[in-house]
């Protein structure tokens, strides 16, 4: 079955050049093919939300993006400059490393410096401010697998944000986080988009996705719609989606 939502709704967000645009991909592992034929837009300078049941394909998509999983087949063009900055989903990461979220934020310097390389007095810079918009500055010599699971992931959202890349790719990044933790990073993302930062995020956070400028929806490895949350993100649409195959 191929259902497709919402494909002619050109919104504000699609309006603009894309800053990712994927053409027929195909993706997956070793024997199991999971991505099939995917064509859609990230728009630039805005936000879009991956959004699927348990298995669709969202992380698959978000690991091609960002470059660590190849594609089987189809293209990926970027319209930007550098590399992606990439934030797994928390429980992707070992919880037992022993880093301090200082070390960890500083990890993402490291595409710019290199491993372990003395960071400059701007590298440090960047770090601070990363650790001080999620509000954990207070646990920078903390170490990481000591912390709990909303303020690991802050950590890490922090280590994305010290990239400083136009492209910002989430893997569920408020999962596990209380309210007033959710709202600091919807704030937060808001603000990135306003300084020209695209953002993806994969999310089953509905609110989040409402928010988002333009949401992907996958089903089965497929795209089954794209648009506007209000146009997309229907009662009648998400109970198709939603309901078991
Ligand atoms: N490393 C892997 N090796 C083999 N198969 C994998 C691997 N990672 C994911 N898969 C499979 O690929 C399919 C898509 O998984 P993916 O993680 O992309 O889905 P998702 O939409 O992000 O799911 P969730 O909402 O549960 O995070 C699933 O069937 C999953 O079992």
Redesign the pocket.
Request: net charge neutral; hydrophobic share 25%; aromatic share 4%.
């Given at each position: 079955m191929k259902i497709m939502f919402n494909t002619a709704s050109p919104t504000a967000a699609r309006d603009r050049t894309p800053r990712v645009r994927i053409t027929e991909l195909y993706a997956?592992?070793?024997?199991?093919p999971?991505l099939h034929g995917l064509s859609a837009d990230i728009p630039a300078s805005a936000t879009t939300a991956?959004i699927?049941?348990?298995?669709?394909?969202?992380?698959?998509?978000?690991?091609v993006m960002a470059g660590v999983l190849e594609p089987t087949s189809g293209e990926l063009r970027s319209d930007g400059n550098g590399p992606p900055a990439f934030v797994p989903?928390r429980g992707a990461v070992g919880d037992a490393l022993p880093l301090t979220v200082r070390q960890t934020v500083e990890m993402g310097r490291w595409g710019e410096r290199g491993p372990w390389r003395r960071l400059t007095r701007r590298d440090r810079a960047t770090v601070e401010a990363a650790m001080e918009r999620l509000g954990i500055s207070g646990l920078a010599t903390r170490q990481l697998g000591e912390l709990s699971g909303g303020q690991r992931q802050r950590a890490l959202i922090a280590q994305g944000l010290a990239q400083e890349s136009d492209l910002l790719l989430l893997?569920?990044p408020t999962t596990g986080l209380d309210p007033e933790a959710r709202d600091r990073i919807a704030a937060l993302l808001g603000e990135l988009v306003a300084d020209g930062v695209t953002v993806v995020q994969?999310t089953?956070d509905l609110e989040a996705a409402r928010g988002a400028d333009a949401c992907l929806l996958?089903r089965d490895?497929h795209l089954v719609g794209q648009g506007s949350p209000e146009r997309l993100l229907t009662p009648s649409t998400l109970a198709q989606v939603w309901q078991p195959a």
């Open positions: 997956g592992y070793p024997g199991r999971v991956l699927g049941p348990n298995g669709s394909g969202k992380s698959t998509l978000l690991g989903q893997d569920e994969a089953h996958l490895g």
